[in-house]
């Protein structure tokens, strides 16, 4: 008689990252295992702090429009320097997941999905008005935690942008620049960089 062939039980099969997770997982959460389970999104932030995910939809178009430009002159700063800049991307801190509008790496993120925030020179916040304690309080406060050498700070209040740059000294961040629209906003570290921050916003739509 003849014997059955072995066949081997499937493997099972991790199911498609999905947002229906957050419904049933109520275990504290990682950014590994939000990178795991968690689709990939062009849309709203998802972000993960002290064990919880935070989702963030997309500011408002002078956000949007002030990310991109300032990210493209500050790339090109960056770049004469040997840095990378690239804006809202994974940065990994411990188990926690943040997603910078800014941010500055000592390497190439090149074929990454993650870098760590050892390699971070310098993140930066656009200020949204939702999220102002965020922006202004507490992403720089868990940055400086963290040791990233230098962070910035774009306010668009009442339509009127400044730029702030800070310095960790002591753990803390120290102003180190800082101009609003109608004069020079002018940087020598990490790398020199200067913009007039009236010529990051378009004009108001009427």
């Known amino acids: 008689m003849a014997q059955a062939a072995f066949a081997p039980e499937p493997a099972s099969q991790r199911p498609e990252p999905s947002f229906d997770v957050l419904r049933w997982h109520d275990e504290p959460w990682t950014a590994r295992l939000a990178l795991d389970l968690l689709p990939e999104t062009n849309g709203p932030k998802v972000e993960v702090l002290s064990g919880s995910v935070i989702v963030t939809p997309h ?48 390497a190439s993120g090149g074929g990454r999905t993650t870098m760590k925030i050892s390699d971070a020179v310098l993140l930066g916040e656009i200020v ?44 803390e961040y120290r102003p180190l ?16 960089f200067s913009v007039d921050p009236a010529d990051l916003l378009d004009d108001e739509a009427t």
């Open 59 to 106: 500011a408002g178009f002078d956000h949007q429009n002030v990310e991109l430009d300032l990210a493209y002159l500050l790339k090109q700063a960056a770049r004469r320097v040997g840095l990378w800049l690239y804006h809202e991307v994974n940065i990994v801190s411990g188990d926690d997941l943040f997603i910078p509008d800014i941010a500055v790496l000592h």
């Open 177 to 192: 620049a800082a101009a609003a629209a109608g004069s020079m906003f002018t940087m020598v570290r990490p790398f020199e």
């Open 128 to 171: 949204s008005p939702g999220n102002r304690r965020k922006d202004v309080i507490d992403r720089p406060r868990e940055y400086a935690a963290a040791g990233v050498p230098f962070f910035l700070r774009v306010d668009l209040r009442n339509r009127v942008p400044t730029l702030a740059l800070y310095e960790l000294v002591d753990g």
